[in-house]
């Protein structure tokens, strides 16, 4: 079965500073996706990745999928109390069909901004 | 639109006591889920349905039950709870199942004691 290993597990940042993120598959990934998580409340979707050396950003958040397609990396440009959180990263276990709405998720990343 | 609606926010639960959880959508999406979190192990899945009347077992469906009698509503029974079964419960669905966005609802938070 595939598993999603996220690093660093808990990061603490000052606020303005840049900060990544790593999501490593020990199984090549159909599809990748980044979520956000604020305490005691429900998972934000952010963005999904499906093609090798695809990139995509909304607002100062930026992911990335490796040629690869076995990482990605979620990079927060100035960051902003507002960023702090559980992120996330889940993958379909497998191509196509199969996945059956289905998700794996990496342990999670505890993200602190210091004001 | 509602999204997806989980009840109840909070639940105090003694060993041996069964309950349900509710998990309802309204987006008329075919693919739902149920996940646990804990603490270090991000979300691990209990089980899944592709519509209803049909579900089928994730990575961790010991002591859980479910059933999909329509689509808008996926409810998860526990049958005897134990304090392993102490976590935060999550709901999902998706339209597609594959390379789609899944909405998560609010969660329900459950101590077994």
């Known amino acids: 079965s595939q598993e999603l290993e996220q690093s660093p597990q808990s990061l603490i940042v000052q606020e303005g500073k840049n900060l990544t993120i790593n999501c490593t598959s020990s199984k090549t990934l159909y599809g990748l996706y980044w979520y956000k998580q604020k305490y005691g409340e429900g998972l934000i979707f952010l963005m999904m990745?499906?093609?090798?050396?695809e990139e995509k950003s909304h607002e100062k958040i930026t992911a990335k999928l490796d040629e690869k397609k076995q990482q990605s990396s979620l990079h927060i440009t100035a960051s902003q109390p507002s960023h702090a959180g559980i992120y996330l990263c889940?993958?379909?276990?497998?191509?196509?069909?199969?996945?059956?709405?289905?998700?794996?998720f990496g342990q999670g990343t505890i993200l602190t901004v210091h004001p | 639109n509602a999204g997806v609606t989980q009840t109840p926010k909070f639940q105090v639960l003694k060993t041996g006591q069964s309950m349900t959880l509710q998990c309802a959508q309204d987006m008329n999406h075919e693919y739902m889920s149920w996940y646990r979190q804990d603490p270090g192990m991000g979300l691990r899945l209990i089980h899944y349905s592709v519509g209803a009347g049909i579900t089928d077992q994730g990575e961790v469906p010991n002591g859980y039950n479910v059933s999909r009698s329509t689509t808008e509503d996926f409810p998860l029974r526990l049958l005897s709870a134990a304090p392993s079964q102490t976590s935060v419960y999550f709901c999902?669905?998706?339209?597609?199942?594959?390379?789609?966005?899944?909405?998560f609802g609010p969660g329900t938070r459950l101590t077994v004691l």
């Open positions: 990745l499906q093609k090798g050396g």
């Open positions: 999902a669905s998706s339209y597609r199942g594959y390379l789609d966005e899944q909405f």
């Open positions: 889940g993958a379909d276990p497998n191509a196509g069909g199969t996945s059956y709405g289905k998700l794996t």
